[in-house]
């Protein structure tokens, strides 16, 4: 399996890339196009994300059940062909509804790391799924460093110069996975593509059938919204608390990125054998409650960029989710349970960006009660508090 994982990893660290090249000009970018204050900004970049994220709900399922029936090659170079086009496109969009519409086909597209999940699943003993499925989510860690500090630099050169790099990007990693890419669905787990399985609510419908399921993709949601508060507002939150410039918020998504690296690609084998699937999934929580308190109420750049390490470490809740519910599917299910954890993951990045730039919005716009840009912080604590009560009373029968 070693080539055609190296394969499947870099695909997703260039991926990334991509993805996280754009997030530093966000701010800058709709301010540029649209005027307005920061307040405002933040609210339409909620509207932006959500808009790629809805598409991604709605196909994250199709495309799974695609690679299923037709195999998670042509599935995963299609994706990457539209999205070079689409970077293009928004290149050159002159007005916010053009962006909209970039951001709506970039969602289409952006099932990439659904297909790259199920290969792994594909390719992977039980035993091994917590780990491999950790080096996945590590070298989408790795493409997050790179990303945000390219892009970050990259605005020197103006706001549009991201997107450009990011169609490259996806260009020349379609023409590698063209040459390179292995099919490893076969005649003996290939399965008929229905749309009945392959619309959101009919494959929820099939997962949530199977013991276990249900209540894991319940706390896989909540945590997922709660920890994509930072994506969703860390570019508005550190411009109005610390003034920072853009290359100063790629350097910082940068250093991330470089402690997701480290802690899904190094720290999550042996923290997993040491504790065990379920106390990881506790200890993650408790981690990421520190870094959201410390966030919510820091007023120093550097505080910030120190508690980024123990924020960090809670990522390894993310896979280790992924893992338990891996283990209780079927071969031939594989592709459809990760079509599903896309649209959950996407059903949270509906609900996110819309529910932190709201809460953004209302604590730093003139005339606010109290001045604390991080009050989505204490938000997205209240909600991974839930998922950790829901997590609790879990049966351990039913996650090991």
């Given at each position: 399996?070693?080539?055609?994982?190296?394969?499947?990893?870099?695909?997703?660290?260039?991926?990334?890339?991509?993805?996280?090249?754009?997030?530093?000009?966000?701010?800058?970018?709709?301010?540029?196009?649209?005027?307005?204050?920061?307040?405002?900004?933040?609210?339409?970049?909620?509207?932006?994300?959500?808009?790629?994220?809805?598409?991604?709900?709605?196909?994250?399922?199709?495309?799974?059940?695609?690679?299923?029936?037709?195999?998670?090659?042509?599935?995963?170079?299609?994706?990457?062909?539209?999205?070079?086009?689409?970077?293009?496109?928004?290149?050159?969009?002159?007005?916010?509804?053009?962006?909209?519409?970039g951001r709506i086909v970039g969602g289409i597209t952006a099932a990439t790391h659904a297909t790259a999940a199920a290969f792994i699943a594909d390719q992977s003993k039980p035993e091994e799924k917590a780990t491999n499925f950790g080096l996945l989510s590590a070298a989408f860690g790795a493409g997050f460093v790179l990303g945000p500090m390219i892009g970050g630099l990259l605005a020197e050169m103006g706001t549009r110069a991201p997107f450009y790099a990011a169609a490259l990007l996806a260009g020349l990693n379609f023409a590698l996975g063209w040459i390179v890419m292995p099919e490893t669905v076969t005649d003996a787990t290939r399965r008929a593509f229905t749309w009945r399985?392959?619309?959101?609510?009919?494959?929820?419908?099939?997962?949530?059938?199977?013991?276990?399921?249900?209540?894991?993709?319940?706390?896989?949601?909540?945590?997922?919204?709660?920890?994509?508060?930072?994506?969703?507002?860390?570019?508005?939150?550190?411009?109005?608390?610390?003034?920072?410039?853009?290359?100063?918020?790629?350097?910082?998504?940068?250093?991330?990125?470089?402690?997701?690296?480290?802690?899904?690609?190094?720290?999550?084998?042996?923290?997993?054998?040491?504790?065990?699937?379920?106390?990881?999934?506790?200890?993650?929580?408790?981690?990421?409650?520190?870094?959201?308190?410390?966030?919510?109420?820091?007023?120093?750049?550097?505080?910030?960029?120190?508690?980024?390490?123990?924020?960090?470490?809670?990522?390894?809740?993310?896979?280790?989710?992924?893992?338990?519910?891996?283990?209780?599917?079927?071969?031939?299910?594989?592709?459809?349970?990760?079509?599903?954890?896309?649209?959950?993951?996407?059903?949270?990045?509906?609900?996110?960006?819309?529910?932190?730039?709201?809460?953004?919005?209302?604590?730093?716009?003139?005339?606010?009660?109290?001045?604390?840009?991080?009050?989505?912080?204490?938000?997205?604590?209240?909600?991974?508090?839930?998922?950790?009560?829901?997590?609790?009373?879990?049966?351990?029968?039913?996650?090991?």
């Amino acid at each position: 399996m070693r080539l055609p994982l190296v394969f499947i990893l870099t695909t997703v660290v260039i991926d990334a890339m991509g993805i996280g090249l754009i997030f530093p000009i966000m701010p800058t970018l709709i301010l540029e196009v649209e005027g307005g204050t920061l307040a405002d900004a933040a609210l339409w970049g909620g509207v932006l994300s959500s808009a790629f994220a809805v598409m991604q709900f709605l196909f994250g399922p199709v495309l799974g059940n695609l690679s299923d029936a037709y195999g998670r090659r042509p599935v995963l170079l299609v994706s990457l062909f539209v999205m070079a086009l689409d970077y293009l496109v928004m290149a050159v969009a002159g007005s916010i509804w053009l962006l909209l519409i970039g951001r709506i086909v970039g969602g289409i597209t952006a099932a990439t790391h659904a297909t790259a999940a199920a290969f792994i699943a594909d390719q992977s003993k039980p035993e091994e799924k917590a780990t491999n499925f950790g080096l996945l989510s590590a070298a989408f860690g790795a493409g997050f460093v790179l990303g945000p500090m390219i892009g970050g630099l990259l605005a020197e050169m103006g706001t549009r110069a991201p997107f450009y790099a990011a169609a490259l990007l996806a260009g020349l990693n379609f023409a590698l996975g063209w040459i390179v890419m292995p099919e490893t669905v076969t005649d003996a787990t290939r399965r008929a593509f229905t749309w009945r399985r392959a619309n959101p609510l009919g494959a929820f419908q099939a997962m949530m059938r199977i013991p276990g399921v249900t209540a894991l993709l319940w706390v896989y949601l909540l945590f997922s919204i709660a920890t994509y508060v930072y994506p969703a507002i860390w570019a508005y939150f550190t411009l109005a608390r610390f003034g920072w410039s853009p290359q100063m918020i790629g350097l910082s998504l940068g250093v991330y990125g470089a402690a997701l690296v480290l802690v899904q690609g190094g720290l999550l084998r042996y923290i997993t054998r040491w504790f065990g699937e379920r106390r990881t999934v506790i200890l993650g929580h408790l981690f990421e409650f520190a870094g959201f308190g410390a966030l919510a109420f820091v007023t120093s750049g550097l505080v910030a960029l120190l508690f980024t390490p123990i924020a960090a470490l809670g990522a390894v809740v993310t896979p280790t989710l992924q893992a338990m519910m891996s283990k209780r599917v079927a071969d031939n299910q594989q592709g459809e349970l990760q079509g599903v954890m896309t649209a959950v993951q996407a059903l949270s990045t509906i609900l996110s960006p819309l529910m932190m730039t709201s809460v953004f919005a209302a604590f730093t716009r003139e005339g606010a009660p109290v001045f604390l840009p991080g009050a989505p912080f204490l938000l997205a604590l209240g909600l991974m508090a839930i998922g950790l009560v829901v997590f609790m009373r879990v049966p351990k029968r039913d996650v090991w």
